[in-house]
């Protein structure tokens, strides 16, 4: 029972590097998106999809890219790293999302703990 | 101002004890509404939906006020393992998208 797994966990990486989170989930889901976490920020909405082939901005996509080509993976990309990308990611799918309803459950990866030093 | 806001708390309540949050809102667009738990270091996980009518699961109850445009969760009876963050959650149909509230952190002790 596999459900949404993110990897990897921790990620030290060096400012101006680039990086792909990886993101797969086995539940059939068409939504999926990524997350941001930062104290006292909450969870920021970096892209999402509705569907393969389909992306969309968030609230917080700059310097971050995405790309959808199956219903399972969903890889966010850092182009070049900067400190104020140090964050905990989080990628997370919905079955009932996308369609402008929402059932609400939003299942979420573990997380990946990004440092950019 | 941000358009779910919470109260981060922490909230620090004795095991039996009754707590509420409240939730705050700002888009009246906003179309469905959620309280997902969060705990240390881990992934956010869905606690319950919150309809118009107000529901009820167990221990939890959550109630919505449009016209006032906040939310609210109450817990009874708290024990140790709801100790937790609680994360306030609104969905706009026309972004397609879930808005989460900073969080409020709820610690129960002996």
Same mark, same amino acid.
């Given at each position: ?6 990897? @990897? ?13 990886? /993101? ?14 930062? @104290? ?12 393969? &082939?389909? *992306?969309?901005?968030?609230?917080? @996509? ?8 199956? *219903? ?18 989080? /990628?997370?799918?919905?079955? &009932?999302?996308?369609? &402008?309803?929402? *059932?609400?459950?939003?299942?979420? $990866?573990? $997380?990946?703990?990004? *440092?950019?030093? | ?10 909230? =620090? ?41 107000? =529901?009820?699961?167990?221990?939890? !109850? ?22 937790? !963050? ?5 969905? !706009?149909?026309?972004? =397609? ?6 969080? !409020? ?6």
């Amino acid at each position: 029972n596999a459900g949404v797994t993110q990897t @990897p966990k921790f990620q030290v990486l060096k400012t101006g590097q680039s990086m792909t989170l990886q /993101c797969a989930q086995d539940m059939n889901h068409e939504y999926m998106s990524w997350y941001r976490q930062d @104290p006292g920020m909450g969870l920021r909405l970096i892209h999402y999809s509705v569907g393969a &082939g389909i *992306t969309d901005q968030g609230e917080v @996509p700059n310097g971050y890219n995405v790309s959808r080509s199956t *219903t399972e993976d969903f890889p966010l990309r850092l182009l070049s790293a900067a400190p104020s990308q140090t964050s905990v990611y989080f /990628c997370a799918s919905s079955y &009932g999302l996308g369609g &402008g309803a929402a *059932t609400g459950e939003l299942f979420f $990866g573990e $997380g990946s703990r990004l *440092t950019v030093l | 101002r941000k358009e779910v806001e919470q109260d981060p708390g922490p909230f =620090n309540v004795p095991e039996g004890a009754t707590v509420a949050f409240n939730c705050t809102y700002s888009n009246s667009a906003s179309q469905s509404f959620f309280w997902y738990r969060q705990d240390c270091r881990k992934e956010p996980k869905l606690l319950m939906s919150v309809y118009s009518s107000g =529901n009820e699961d167990g221990r939890f !109850t959550a109630q919505l006020n449009r016209a006032s445009q906040y939310i609210s969760l109450l817990i009874r009876d708290s024990k140790l393992s709801d100790s937790a !963050t609680y994360l306030c959650v609104g969905f !706009t149909g026309g972004g =397609n998208k879930l808005t989460f509230g900073t969080g !409020t952190q709820l610690k129960v002790e002996l």
